[in-house]
T-cell receptor, first 118, second 108 residues
């Protein structure tokens, strides 16, 4: 069974369109993330949600809006797509750090969604 | 300058060779992660460590907190080890900050 799944795997679209990428995890984790990997393979965090609440928002344009209908899902909606949005987008999940415990936990990544904006 | 620096950027080795990839960071961290990204694109967590050393099979990861440095070693390398190896550090809120990755190619 897939732990973290993303759909679609590939997305090709025209500039100016609006598109969504879906992410689901069946690990029972409370925290989910979106990462962007650019053409140089550099990964950078975009958003993090803990139990449906936004906890990290890393200077991402307003055209990007994450939506978490429940703690197992974190979707990414992108308005008015631009050429520079072309990248691979990875979803991930983890358990949040426990109060008083180690302030880190392993993250589990989805397979990625390759977005190409023409 | 990136908060996480990896070296080398590219590495080609012969099958059987001992491989070392280095990672240095300049910020306070909770933990350091080594990730593997295969040509197919998927990312897998290899190690997560906050001190000392961990070993999984032919892979060994070490960290020196005082020197803010970590190494990933691969013993008896094999062509199937060819991948991108990414160092990442955990900051606040379990936020990961990534290095640029090391592209490893092991030739048979």
């Amino acid at each position: 069974d897939t732990a973290v799944s993303q759909t679609p795997k590939y997305l090709v679209t025209q500039m100016g369109n609006d598109k969504s990428i879906k992410c689901e995890q069946n690990l029972g984790h409370d925290t989910m993330y979106w990462y962007k990997q650019d053409s140089k393979k550099f990964l950078k965090i975009m958003f993090s949600y803990n139990n449906k609440e936004l906890i990290i928002n890393e200077t991402v344009p307003n055209r990007f809006s994450p939506k978490s209908p429940d703690k197992a899902h974190l979707n990414l909606h992108i308005n008015s797509l631009e050429l520079g949005d072309s990248a691979v987008y990875f979803c991930a999940s983890s358990q949040p750090p426990l109060a008083g415990g180690p302030q880190y936990n392993e993250q589990f990544f989805g397979p990625g969604t390759r977005l190409t904006v023409l | 300058k990136n908060e996480v620096e990896q070296s080398p950027q590219n590495l080609t080795a012969q099958e059987g060779e001992f491989i070392t990839i280095n990672c240095s960071y300049s910020v306070g961290i909770s933990a350091l992660h080594w990730l593997q990204q295969h040509p197919g694109g998927g990312i897998v967590s290899l190690f997560m460590l906050s001190s000392g050393k961990k070993k999984h099979g032919r892979l060994i990861a070490t960290i020196n907190i005082q020197e803010k440095h970590s190494s990933l070693h691969i013993t008896a390398s094999h062509p199937r080890d060819s991948a991108v190896y990414i160092c990442a550090v955990t900051r606040y809120g379990n936020k990961l900050v990534f290095g640029a990755g090391t592209i490893l190619r092991v030739k048979s």
